[in-house]
């Protein structure tokens, strides 16, 4: 009696509430007056237990929406995939209801926190803790994760840090080093393999060895495969003497993040620093230099492959260099390959006297970057010499110093092919393969395909309607989480406005997708609505060897047209859909190899037409080919999609 009198209710309830949304939508009764008409029925609520557990069985939650949703619009007998289902919204029928008046309102970022929980949302990007720790002994930090260091290290006199894997493999890691190794003397600090393998890493470098003699500190494998790392480093060797800095492999293969090195060795007398492998395979990491090495005496910067094969990396340097005595830079690789990018050098090496740069390979990109040289070397005195080899086409050089400045092999490097691209260990083993290994009995390297993204949900269409998601609307997106000027809320809103607000490149379609909904109608509109979406089983066999199993083709492995989604960072679960045309799609089993057993079941998709890739686009450089030359291969990682016609 009280399963048929609650669904009896909850349909009355949900009923109303969409019709009284759809009222506030249209401005015709205000948000107070529908809050004020709903609250008797949440007080009529806390006090029969019986009906709010019936919530989870009520035909008009969103998940149960979905389904519906699924059997109306994809025309086939199968039912809504579990792994699809799972990611609906958890919210009862009565709070996404509630939640929805919120956004209509827009009054959800007062209620964020609980937004945030009962949605089943990733919020806490940023922290606000601290924990002030002086120490005065070495200190060893292996297998160490999340731990704010403030006043670490200070007045030291010799002694050695160590920070080996520290915070890896952890989801949002959250550091932070103020005043670490300040007015230290001999004080050696190392950093190796730091926040490894993390999601969502947001390290902050405030007054890092401010004040040193001597020492040195290195960073090795730093945040190497971060999603949106997010680092900071502020005051960093400000006034220090000869105290090395090192960066090896310094955020390697990181999605959207985001450094900012602030006065970084500003003063500093004899500060050499040296990024090795700096930011390289990034995808879209900015990188800005403000005041580095402003006024340094006799300091030696070295870049070396930063940004190599980046796709689309922003590097601006503000007063890099400025007023510097005799310092030498050295750019070796820079951003060689990279897609697009975007940097941009002001005031670089002004008033400086006797300096020396050079930029070897710079920019040596396949597709076309943007830079910008703005009072370049400006007012130099003495030898000041500025050298340029192999340097590619779209460079701007505004009030540009003449004298010293040597340009040699200025080319056009838009003609380049692919020939002669060596395989690269750079790409990690498996990620890219051959459609010919995918045969029974073939023994092969699977990449590492677990999804290193916060667990999220989508959100209601109801309420997705109403938040803000576009540029123009940044401000009130900001304001709805919360972000912060200079945060990681603000990094992760912003990359992905730009990711989804990006042009569609040749023939592709694409769409951004927060709701389950949406991406059925974009998957629909391509594909027709005969679909099928697919998902590798789950994660076993991630770095190891296995052994392909019974391999089938989907539509019989002929060629057919996909339509890929991939997850983007934001608050809520949020797809990167497009088109993907002249594929083919396999399923196939994953086996041991000592056992035979099968512990997988794995989708891949197979490009078939690769003419329009850049020549050194990942795949290429991991086979050794070039675009149109061969076809390009790689798994659905834990979580992406691939939909298809069915057969």
């Avoid at 950093?191 to 290195?218: H, I, L, P, Q």
């Avoid at 680092?231 to 293969?253: C, I, M, P, Q, V």
């Avoid at 197979?606 to 990942?618: F, K, L």
Wanted: proline letters at 3%; charged letters at 20%.
């Amino acid at each position: 009696m009280v399963h048929i009198f609650s669904s009896s209710f909850f349909f009355f309830i949900s009923q109303l509430s969409l019709s009284f949304f759809h009222l506030t939508t249209n401005k015709q009764i205000s948000f107070k007056v529908l809050f004020l008409f709903l609250l008797p029925f949440f007080f009529f609520l806390s006090f029969f237990p019986q009906i709010s557990s019936a919530a989870s069985s009520n035909p008009f939650t969103p998940k149960a929406s979905l389904v519906r949703y699924w059997k109306t619009h994809v025309s086939t007998d199968l039912p809504t995939p579990d792994f699809f289902l799972s990611k609906a919204s958890p919210l009862s029928s009565v709070d996404a209801a509630v939640l929805a008046t919120h956004a209509a309102g827009a009054s959800l970022s007062s209620r964020l926190e609980s937004f945030c929980y009962s949605a089943n949302l990733f919020c806490s990007f940023d922290s606000q803790s601290e924990i002030s720790v002086p120490r005065f002994k070495d200190a060893d930090f292996k297998l160490y994760g999340n731990k704010n260091f403030a006043n670490y290290g200070g007045n030291r006199l010799g002694g050695t840090d160590s920070f080996k894997n520290y915070s890896d493999g952890l989801n949002t890691a959250e550091h932070s080093f103020k005043r670490y190794g300040g007015n230290s003397s001999n004080h050696k600090e190392g950093f190796t393999s730091y926040a490894e393998d993390g999601n969502v890493a947001n390290s902050n470098f405030v007054s890092y060895g401010a004040e040193s003699k001597s020492g040195s500190g290195g960073f090795t494998n730093y945040d190497k495969l971060v999603n949106v790392p997010n680092l900071r480093f502020t005051a960093y060797d400000l006034n220090s003497r000869s105290h090395k800095l090192t960066f090896t492999s310094y955020g390697n293969e990181t999605n959207s993040g985001s450094q900012s090195f602030t006065s970084y060795g500003k003063n500093g007398n004899g500060v050499p620093q040296d990024f090795s492998s700096y930011s390289d395979g990034s995808n879209i990491l900015t990188s800005t230099f403000t005041g580095y090495g402003e006024s340094g005496k006799t300091a030696n910067d070295s870049f070396k492959e930063y940004g190599v094969s980046g796709n689309n990396p922003h590097t601006n340097f503000k007063n890099y260099g400025k007023g510097g005595n005799s310092e030498i830079d050295t750019f070796s690789n820079y951003r060689n390959g990279a897609n697009v990018g975007d940097d941009s050098f002001q005031s670089y090496a002004k008033n400086s006297n006797s300096g020396r740069v050079n930029f070897a390979n710079y920019g040596k990109s396949f597709n076309h970057g943007n830079d910008s040289f703005t009072e370049y070397g400006k007012g130099s005195i003495g030898k000041t010499t500025v050298g340029f080899k192999s340097y590619s086409i779209d460079r701007n050089f505004t009030t540009y110093a003449k004298n010293g400045v040597s340009f040699s092999e200025y080319s056009n490097f838009t003609t380049a092919t692919g020939s002669g691209i060596h395989v690269n260990s750079h790409v990690e083993p498996g990620k890219f393969f051959r459609e010919s290994e995918l045969k029974q009995g073939n023994v092969m390297v699977m990449p590492d395909i677990r999804d290193k993204m916060p667990p999220r949900s989508f959100l209601p269409r109801a309420i997705l309607v109403n938040l803000p998601f576009s540029s123009s609307r940044i401000s009130e997106a900001k304001e709805m989480f919360h972000a912060r000027d200079g945060s990681t809320m603000e990094s992760v809103i912003t990359n992905a406005l730009a990711e989804c607000e990006r042009a569609p490149s040749r023939g592709e379609t694409k769409r951004c997708v927060g709701s389950a909904e949406d991406m059925i109608d974009f998957a629909t509109t391509v594909l027709g609505r005969r679909v099928v979406v697919r998902t590798t089983a789950n994660v076993n066999g991630s770095k190891e060897k296995v052994e392909i199993g019974r391999v089938k083709g989907i539509n019989g492995g002929n060629l057919t047209r996909s339509v890929s989604c991939h997850q983007s960072l934001y608050p809520y679960l949020l797809y990167y859909c497009h088109s993907v045309p002249k594929v083919r799609i396999y399923e196939a089993d994953i086996l041991r190899v000592e056992t035979k057993e099968k512990i997988n079941r794995g989708v891949a998709i197979c490009h078939i037409d690769t003419s329009s890739w850049g020549p050194e686009h990942g795949a290429f450089v991991a086979l050794g080919s070039s675009p149109g030359q061969i076809e390009v291969c790689h798994w659905i990682f834990e979580n992406d999609m691939s939909w298809s016609v069915a057969d």
